[in-house]
């Protein structure tokens, strides 16, 4: 039995994470676990790094990577709300500094 790599991401929020932390529908399909939205996959999670990397790089947007690295699994109900939850998370961290 080969392992299944699939790395699945919200299409409605923005959950993202390896296959097995998603949650499964009353009709068997993968879901966030936390708002049970639809999700998108790709074959890796490689390459859906590789799509956070191209959409930074397009954006020019530093933030956007380690955004993503910190939200893996959490389930925002838009990018914008998960930008200013990461951004309370750095002011957060600056205080520990
Ligand atoms: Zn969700």
Redesign the pocket.
């Known amino acids: 039995m080969s392992e299944d790599t699939r790395y699945v991401y ?1 299409a409605g ?1 923005t ?1 993202s994470g390896p296959i097995q932390r998603a949650g499964t529908t009353q009709s068997g399909l993968p879901c ?1 676990p ?2 049970k ?1 639809m999700l998108f996959e790709t074959d890796t999670e490689e390459k859906w790094w590789e799509m956070v990397r191209s959409y930074a790089q397009k954006k020019r947007d530093e933030s956007y990577e380690p955004m993503w690295c910190w939200a893996t699994g959490r ?1 925002c109900a838009t990018l914008e709300s998960l930008r200013s939850a990461y951004a309370l998370h750095l002011e957060a961290s600056d205080d520990d500094a």
């Open positions: 919200g929020c959950f966030c936390h708002c939205g389930c």
